[in-house]
């Protein structure tokens, strides 16, 4: 267990539709990343918050968005869903901004849309 | 864009062989990198990282090596065993406020 939670860790949804995904970082850990993983591809860089403030953002469609609250817990939120959309997406958390040491990932949230 | 790659999707060796997976990286600027297992259904997981200034790094049963003349990574996984079945992947960081994932190496170990 990474101390990341994710949640749902399922949801099936409709293209058009909405959702958020919820993710509370490990206990003391200030950064939380996005990633997201499609069938066959590896972990696509989202976006990067670090106390509350975005930091880097990578390949994050513009219907995405994300935000990390005051408590440190962060939702990305889909919206306009495509097919495409459909993916893992992971969570994960360190304690620093800069990258200088692991991050620890959530277990994922599974986005089928139909 | 600049991105770390793997040179081979998949694997497959034998219990008790040693296992290496390959990486080559674009990024000349990079000065952090690190490897990550991901078994079926989970999120990744650290094996191990090195830092630029470091050729070769253990850990238990693994050893990763960095050569930056040909900006390559390798991990080596001494005496695979049924559980290190996953798929690995290795990571760069860029610009220091994120890290980049390669697609992976699917490593199969048969008993």
């Known amino acids: 267990d990474s101390g990341v939670t994710q949640t749902p860790k399922h949801l099936i949804t409709a293209t058009g539709q909405r959702v958020t995904l919820r993710c509370s970082p490990r206990s003391g850990d200030l950064s939380v990343y996005w990633y997201q993983q499609s069938l066959d591809q590896g972990l696509q860089f989202l976006i990067h918050?670090?106390?509350?403030?975005?930091?880097a953002k990578g390949n994050i469609l513009e219907r995405f968005s994300a935000q990390q609250f005051p408590d440190l817990h962060s939702e990305l939120n889909l919206s306009s869903l495509e097919l495409g959309d459909s993916a893992l997406y992971f969570c994960?958390?360190?304690?620093?901004?800069?990258?200088?040491?692991?991050?620890?990932f959530g277990e994922g949230s599974r986005l089928t849309v139909l | 864009g600049e991105n770390v790659g793997l040179h081979l999707p998949t694997l497959s060796v034998q219990e008790g062989d040693n296992s290496i997976i390959n990486c080559a990286y674009s990024?000349?600027?990079?000065?952090?990198f690190i490897w990550y297992k991901q078994e079926s259904g989970k999120g990744p997981q650290f094996i191990i990282d090195i830092r630029s200034n470091m050729d070769k790094r253990q850990g238990q049963r693994v050893t990763v090596l960095l050569n930056k003349t040909v900006k390559h990574l390798s991990l080596q996984i001494a005496a695979t065993q049924p559980g290190d079945s996953a798929v690995y992947f290795c990571?760069?960081?860029?610009?220091?406020?994120?890290?980049?994932f390669g697609k992976g190496t699917t490593l199969s170990v048969s008993s």
């Open positions: 994960a958390s360190s304690v620093v901004s800069l990258v200088d040491g692991e991050l620890f």
């Open positions: 990571a760069e960081n860029q610009a220091g406020t994120a890290l980049i």
């Open positions: 990024n000349s600027a990079s000065d952090y």
């Open positions: 918050y670090y106390n509350g403030e975005e930091r």
